[in-house]
T-cell receptor, first 111, second 115 residues
Framework: GNSVTQMEGPVTLSEEAFLTINCTYT??????LFWYVQYPGEGLQLLLK?????DKGSNKGFEATYRKETTSFHLEKGSVQVSDSAVYFC??????????FGAGTILRVKS | DAGVIQSPRHEVTEMGQEVTLRCKPI?????LFWYRQTMMRGLELLIY????????DSGMPEDRFSAKMPNASFSTLKIQPSEPRDSAVYFC?????????????FGEGSRLTVL
């Protein structure tokens, strides 16, 4: 079956540090890959997505590249801010229309 | 445009009581999803609808849970009778008819506490 594995948190960084959150997936078929972010007390919102191999999704300084050879979709940001503190979810969706989420990674950024 | 609207935002009830959670999807979206979020189990898909028809309810935990979508603009998730282990945040999400590339839009969630 389809599944997503992401690094355990919490990840604690100082402001302006480099961020990497690892995500790998297992899927039948050819999935699209997503990163969603959940700020405290809110619902999930799409951060970025990639729909085919070697695509790079980017938004708000975050980037992730769809790597089919390593079945990965790692999230990166060059310089994090306190306002980036949130829970980040890696997810995949296949033609079956289910969106399958990873467990989520808590990011805490200190000033 | 209005996003996905859920109500109530918070619900505290006693064990054995009936709970009804409500969702209004974004207009024009053909798919509606109900998710449950807990610390222990993360985000779990409970059920999803396409054009108001339930497609997959394999995630519904047991017969105490039921979901309906009487029309394109309204869905309910009902728990009867409720138990303390049902305490969680329940999210509704909707998406357009875009298959695997489509983005899900989430509501702000309904936080349920069963005492």
């Amino acid at each position: 079956g389809n599944s997503v594995t992401q690094m355990e948190g919490p990840v604690t960084l100082s402001e302006e540090a480099f961020l990497t959150i690892n995500c790998t997936y297992t899927a039948t078929g050819y999935p699209s890959l997503f990163w969603y972010v959940q700020y405290p007390g809110e619902g999930l919102q799409l951060l970025l997505k990639a729909t085919k191999a070697d695509d790079k999704g980017s938004n708000k300084g975050f980037e992730a590249t769809y790597r089919k050879e390593t079945t990965s979709f790692h999230l990166e940001k060059g310089s994090v801010q306190v306002s980036d503190s949130a829970v980040y979810f890696c997810a995949l969706r296949t033609d079956g229309n289910k969106l399958v989420f990873g467990a989520g990674t808590i990011l805490r950024v200190k000033s | 445009d209005a996003g996905v609207i859920q109500s109530p935002r918070h619900e505290v009830t006693e064990m054995g009581q009936e709970v009804t959670l409500r969702c209004k999807p974004i207009s024009g979206h053909d798919y509606l999803f109900w998710y449950r979020q807990t610390m222990m189990r993360g985000l779990e898909l409970l059920i999803y609808f396409n054009n108001n028809v339930p497609i997959d309810d394999s995630g519904m935990p047991e017969d105490r849970f039921s979901a309906k979508m009487p029309n394109a603009s309204f869905s309910t998730l009902k728990i009867q009778p409720s138990e303390p282990r049902d305490s969680a945040v329940y999210f509704c999400a909707s998406s357009r008819r875009q298959g695997r590339t489509g983005e899900l839009f989430f509501g702000e969630g309904s936080r349920l506490t069963v005492l």
